[in-house]
């Protein structure tokens, strides 16, 4: 089955760029989806389809796919914005399964 | 207001059963696809299984075919999952979430995630 990787966690301080990677072999081919998960609370979808976002999500979260990483990319970092980070896609070619990454922990210094 | 609640969790002994419930409201239920995921506690998320509209299509885990069986009821607005022979790992928070984007004639896209319950608590144990 489709395996995606990434890091398990990311330090930032208030008002650079945090940059998370999701790693999987030909990502690129992937349509990837990222939710964001706070202490106690249910995850949020705040990037789709590679780089879409849904409405209310600040244009501070972007995100990119290409070869064999997708990342999301969040500009002017805030501390409301330390969470847990999933990536996910739908993996129709070897499985037709849904997989979600390990998450990576963000911490705003 | 668009939301999906879940009910129906608990502790369960090993090798019990139970049924879990989600009710949507504020949309047209039967036009979209949903999902479980769950999530053991300080783990991180695994999806559990997909229904598209009118039942057409179901997706399993791999890991967890044969235990669990989802549903779905559009004049109760509700999604529902029975699972089976219960174990200790399968201790989790379990949502209910909605496939984004709307069915079209019976075909639903397999995109993200928009639409997420806040989970209702499964515990296994004796």
């Known amino acids: 089955s489709y395996v995606l990787t990434q890091s398990p966690s990311v330090s930032v301080a208030p008002g650079q760029t945090a940059t998370i990677s999701c790693g999987g072999n030909?990502?690129?081919?992937?349509?990837v989806h990222w939710y964001q998960q706070k202490p106690g609370q249910a995850p949020v979808l705040v990037v789709f389809?590679?780089?879409d976002r849904p409405s209310g999500i600040p244009e501070r979260f972007s995100g990119s796919n290409s070869g064999t990483t997708a990342t999301l990319t969040i500009n002017r970092v805030e501390a409301g914005d330390e969470a847990d980070y999933f990536c996910?896609?739908?993996?129709?070619?070897?499985?037709?399964?849904?997989?979600f990454g390990p998450g990576t922990k963000v911490t705003v210094l | 207001e668009v939301q999906v609640v879940e009910s129906g969790g608990g502790l369960v002994k090993p090798g019990g059963s139970l049924r879990l419930s989600c009710a949507a409201s504020g949309f047209t239920f039967s036009s979209y696809g949903y999902n479980w995921v769950r999530q053991a506690p300080g783990k991180g998320l695994e999806w559990v299984s997909y229904i598209s509209s009118s039942s057409a299509y179901i997706y399993y885990a791999d890991s967890l075919k044969g235990r669990f069986t989802i549903s779905r009821d559009d004049a109760e607005k509700s999604l529902f999952l029975h699972v089976n022979s219960l174990r200790a790992d399968d201790t989790a928070v379990y949502y209910c979430v909605r496939a984004l984007g709307e069915c079209s004639g019976g075909n639903c896209p397999l995109d993200a995630f928009d639409i997420w319950g806040q989970g209702t608590m499964v515990t296994i144990s004796s």
């Open positions: 996910q896609v739908w993996d129709s070619y070897t499985s037709d399964q849904y997989v």
């Open positions: 030909n990502i690129g081919s992937y349509s």
């Open positions: 389809d590679d780089n």
